[in-house]
Structures are given as structure tokens and as C-alpha cells.
């Protein structure tokens, strides 16, 4: 079981580009769907709390998949199999790559895949929209929190503390 969790995530570490949210379809088929190791609720909590936590989404799910396999020894198994393919394309990266950065192909290469990388990040948000149940109504909400960060730049730090007071308020209010 170790090793199938570590070539799991050394897959998904290696064959997604794009990084957290690029990574979630992928995380998603082949945690739950191929696997069969989490529920799509579970995976949804865990997509939820990989999210609130600080550090990287990807390597979060990992963590908390890899515990609730096989407890902490899956955690650390989980989360090598996901970094260790970006720790070595880095490498090679800062090695190699850093020589032919003025090269005109290498910045031809790095302006198509833009394009891409923006699909792959607005793919999962939608279908994270649609688990959320998101409606037209309620999209007013990270429409306004994108605009405040993106035009004005607030902190998505301030968005966060007061989005979780809003909430808290909100609840108060209600009960």
C-alpha cells in the first residue's frame, strides 16, 4: 500500500502542470474514482481543508490522504511521491535551465503554455463551484472578493479574516 501511495501522488506530482487547482481533476480521479481510497464528500472536506491550511494544495491533500490511509508514515509517503517531481524539475531548472533563459524558443515556449495553465486552473473552479452549489445569487460573493484583491489589492489575508468574522456574525445572527 505504501508504494501504490507513493506512485500515486509521484504521478500527479509529475503530470500536472499548473499547480494546486490545475492538480484537483487529476488528485480527484485518481484518489477517488481509480482508487476508490476516499469518498467524494471525503474528498471535498479534504479539498476544503487543504485549502484553509497554509502550504501548498496539492501537497496538503497529500498529507491528509496519506493519514487517513495509513497514518502518519502515509502522510510522509503521500507528500514525497507529490514534491519530489517539482524538487526535481526545479533542480533541473536552476541547473540548466537558468543558461538558456534569454533563449528565444525557451520564451516562446513559456508564453504558449500560459494559455493553458489559465484553462487548467478555471476548469476545477467551476467544477468546484458546481460541488459548492453556487449559484448566480451566491457568486456575487468571490466575484467581489476577486475584484477587491485583484483591482484594488486588499490582502486576500483581509478577505479571509473577514469573510471568517462575517460568517461567525452571520451564525450569531441566525441562531
Known amino acids: 500500500m505504501f508504494f501504490q501511495l507513493f506512485y ?32 467524494k464528500e471525503k474528498f471535498i472536506d479534504f479539498l476544503i481543508l487543504a485549502q484553509s491550511a497554509p502550504g501548498i494544495l496539492s501537497v496538503n491533500i497529500s498529507i491528509l490522504t496519506g493519514n487517513a490511509l495509513k497514518g502518519k508514515k502515509g502522510a510522509l ?11 526535481l ?24 503554455v500560459r494559455p493553458a495553465v489559465v484553462a487548467l486552473i478555471a476548469v476545477p ?18 466575484i467581489i472578493c476577486t475584484l477587491l484583491i485583484w483591482l ?11 469573510a471568517v468574522g462575517l460568517g461567525v456574525l452571520w451564525e450569531k445572527i441566525k441562531s
Do not use: C, H
Not at 524539475?89 to 504558449?112: C, G, H, P, W, Y
Open 152 to 162: 484594488i489589492g486588499i490582502s486576500p489575508i483581509l478577505i479571509i479574516t473577514g
Open 125 to 142: 473552479i467551476f467544477d468546484l463551484a458546481k460541488i459548492a452549489k453556487v449559484t448566480w445569487k451566491t457568486a456575487i460573493i468571490p
Open 77 to 87: 509517503i503521500a507528500t514525497l511521491g507529490t514534491i519530489l517531481p517539482s524538487f
Open 89 to 112: 524539475s526545479i533542480l533541473f531548472i536552476a541547473i540548466f535551465l537558468t543558461q538558456f533563459q534569454d533563449n528565444e524558443m525557451v520564451q516562446k515556449f513559456f508564453r504558449a
Open 8 to 39: 500515486t501522488f509521484l504521478k500527479i506530482g509529475a503530470f500536472t502542470v499548473g499547480g494546486g487547482y490545475a492538480m484537483i481533476p487529476l488528485i480527484e480521479r485518481e484518489i477517488v474514482e481509480r482508487k476508490n481510497w476516499l469518498t
